[in-house]
C-alpha cells in the first residue's frame, strides 16, 4: 500500500477494510488485480525453482548416499531463489504498479502488457527489472527455509520404510509455505516499496526504502500484510507441494527408466 501524504489518511484500516472497499469499489475481480503478470509466470516459475533445488542438493552432496543436513538443505534451497528471480522480478514490478492504481478513474496502466510496454519506454530494461536485487534479498533466504522446513517435516512424519501420505504431504508443503513468508515477508514488504515508488525517490534502492520504513512507521512495518499473506500461503503451498509429488510419483510410473 503506497504511504499516504501530509494531508492524507489510510486509504485501508486492515486487511478485512481492504477486502470490502475493493469489492465495493471494483468488484470480486478487484481482489484479483495485477494477478495476471504473476500467473503468466507460476507454472516456469516453480518449475525453476524445483529444478534449482535439486541442483543445489547435488552441488552440496558429498557423496551419492549422503542424507544432507538441515543447513544443506537450506543452502540448496537458497540456490534455487537465484533462478526464480529472473522470472520473478518483472512481474513483481509489474504487479505492485498495477495494484497501487487503486481504483482511479483514470488509471495510468490498462494492464500487464501496457504496463511493461510504458516502463521499458521510460528506462527500458533496467525499469522492467527495477527491484531485483531486492527480489533475490527476498527469495535466495525465503526458499532455503521453504524446502528444508518441507524436508525436514517430510522426514520427521514419514512411516518407518520411508513412505509419505498425501496428509502428511499436505502438512509439511503447507508449513513450509510459512516459513517461506516468516523469513520473506521484510524483504518483500521494502521490494514492494521500492518497485511501486516513483523514479529517482529512493536513490540508494533498499537502503533507503528501509530507513525510511523504520523511521516512519517502526519495525512492524516489515511484517504489514502478515495476516492475508499467511492465510495464502499454507493451501497455496501445501496444494504446491502435492502437485509436485503426484507429478514425480506418475513421471517414476510412466517413466521408470528415466
Known amino acids: 500500500m503506497p504511504i499516504p501524504g501530509p ?21 470480486i475481480r478487484g481482489l484479483y488485480k495485477g494477478m495476471a503478470a504473476p500467473l ?8 525453476i525453482s524445483f529444478y534449482g533445488f535439486g541442483l543445489g542438493k547435488q ?5 551419492d548416499n549422503q542424507e544432507l543436513t538441515p543447513l544443506q538443505l537450506f543452502y540448496a534451497g537458497a540456490f534455487s531463489g537465484i533462478f526464480t528471480t529472473v522470472i520473478m522480478a518483472p512481474g513483481e514490478r509489474i504487479k505492485c504498479l498495477l495494484q497501487i492504481q487503486q481504483g482511479d478513474a ?12 510504458q516502463l521499458y519506454r521510460e528506462g527500458g530494461i533496467r525499469s522492467i527489472y527495477k527491484g531485483t536485487c531486492a527480489t533475490l534479498l527476498r527469495d535466495v533466504p525465503a526458499s532455503g527455509m521453504y524446502f528444508m522446513t518441507y524436508e525436514l517435516l517430510k522426514k520427521w512424519m514419514s512411516t518407518e ?4 501420505g498425501i496428509i502428511q504431504t499436505i502438512v509439511a508443503g503447507g508449513f513450509a509455505g510459512i516459513a517461506n513468508w516468516i523469513v520473506g515477508m521484510p524483504p518483500d514488504v521494502l521490494k514492494s516499496r521500492l518497485q511501486s515508488a516513483p523514479e529517482n525517490m529512493y536513490k540508494r534502492g533498499i537502503r533507503d526504502v528501509c530507513v525510511c520504513l523504520l523511521k516512519e512507521e517502526g519495525p512492524k512495518a516489515l511484517y504489514k500484510g502478515c495476516v492475508p499473506v499467511m492465510l495464502r500461503a499454507f493451501p497455496a503451498n501445501a496444494a504446491c507441494f502435492l502437485g509436485f509429488e503426484v507429478a514425480m510419483n506418475f513421471l517414476n510410473w510412466a517413466m ?3
Open 59 to 63: 552441488l552440496v552432496r558429498q557423496s
Open 40 to 47: 503468466c509466470g507460476v507454472a516456469p516459475i516453480f518449475a
Open 256 to 258: 521408470p527408466n528415466m
Open 161 to 164: 520404510d520411508g513412505k509419505v
Open 106 to 117: 483514470k488509471p495510468k496502466y490498462s494492464g500487464p502488457i501496457d504496463c511493461a510496454k
Open 7 to 27: 494531508n492524507e489518511t489510510l486509504l485501508y484500516n486492515g486487511t478485512i477494510d481492504c477486502a470490502k472497499k475493493t469489492i465495493a469499489r471494483e468488484g
